[in-house]
């Protein structure tokens, strides 16, 4: 009898590492599952991000364009030199949230 009893121990710990090697294997498949998804995202992202830098790049060469060219932004407009102040730092402020933005 001591003969059967060691081999049933020994098939409920062949039969315990089966399961536990089920579950890792399952575990291990969720885990590349979910990372394929994150850098499926993180490639969109990143693609988005590139054409945001477009944007930006685009929108910056057209007002430069346009200060050089028209001298003034305003045209024959001119602003009193704290409206100017304060114009400044308020596009300074966007420029930062929108850095803010595409770093995140």
Do not use: W
């Not at 536990?20 to 885990?31: C, S």
């Amino acid at each position: 009898m001591a003969e059967g009893s060691k081999y049933d121990l020994f098939i409920d710990e062949l039969n315990a590492l089966e399961k536990q090697i089920y579950f890792f294997i399952q575990k291990g498949a969720e885990l590349l599952e979910a990372n394929q998804a994150l850098g499926n995202r993180l490639t969109l992202l990143e693609r988005e991000n590139d054409n945001l830098k477009k944007k930006i790049s685009e929108i910056e060469s057209k007002v430069s364009k346009s200060l050089f060219n028209e001298g003034n932004l305003f045209g024959t407009e001119s602003l009193k030199l704290e409206d100017r102040e304060a114009l400044k730092s308020k596009i300074s402020e966007l420029i930062a949230r929108i850095d803010y933005h595409l770093r995140s």
